[in-house]
């Protein structure tokens, strides 16, 4: 049995089993202690996607997020740094990210879902907490606009995306702004 655990670089099985019981049972910390205690995640990037139809097309939302996934992976990834994979026994998830991932991933099965209580977190986070308030009834190009918004302020790009916003508007709203400005010049030379 200790050969099979080995890959774990345990020394002791009983070590090796202990710690993960230690690790799925502990309690939690509170939050002055899990902020003092844990690592904060850093340069993390939120997407979402919901399935939608645009003309004749049936647009999946597995393949738009895989697609963006494999386009920051191609961006931020070293040539040496592996890429992991961690994800549910869901096949379409395996064959989305056979399809679009790097062939040199490293793919790892969460049998035990140890991590669903950080889906619980980004759901409840990215999702729940905005849409699901009383009384709110969502269409799908609505919730979807919602996610995209909430994925722009979560991605620290707020600021960014209402300085673009401001000058389309004001471009569609008054198209002939620059010329009145010109004219105005003209007119007090």
């Not at 009384?135 to 994925?151: E, H, K, N, P, Y």
Request: aromatic share 10%; net charge positive.
């Amino acid at each position: 049995m200790a050969r099979s655990l080995s890959w774990l670089r345990y020394p002791d099985v009983f070590a090796a089993k202990s710690s993960v019981v230690a690790a799925l049972f502990r309690e939690r910390p509170t939050e002055a202690r899990k902020r003092a205690s844990e690592p904060v995640a850093q340069h993390k990037r939120v997407w979402s996607s919901l399935s939608y139809q645009w003309g004749d097309i049936q647009v999946d939302a597995e393949t738009e997020v895989f697609t963006w996934m494999a386009g920051e992976a191609n961006l931020r990834r070293r040539d040496d740094q592996p890429l992991v994979c961690l994800m549910d026994g869901q096949r379409s998830l395996w064959s989305s990210c056979a399809e679009h991932l790097p062939e040199d991933r490293v793919e790892i099965l969460d049998l035990l879902h140890v991590t669903s209580y950080l889906w619980d977190a980004a759901c409840r986070h990215l999702v729940k907490d905005r849409m699901e308030r009383a009384g709110m009834r969502w269409t799908i190009d609505g919730a979807q606009a919602m996610l995209d918004l909430r994925s722009t302020y979560i991605n620290d790009g707020w600021q960014a995306f209402q300085r673009h916003r401001i000058h389309t508007e004001t471009q569609r709203l008054y198209p002939q702004r620059r010329f009145l400005n010109q004219l105005q010049l003209q007119l007090t030379a």
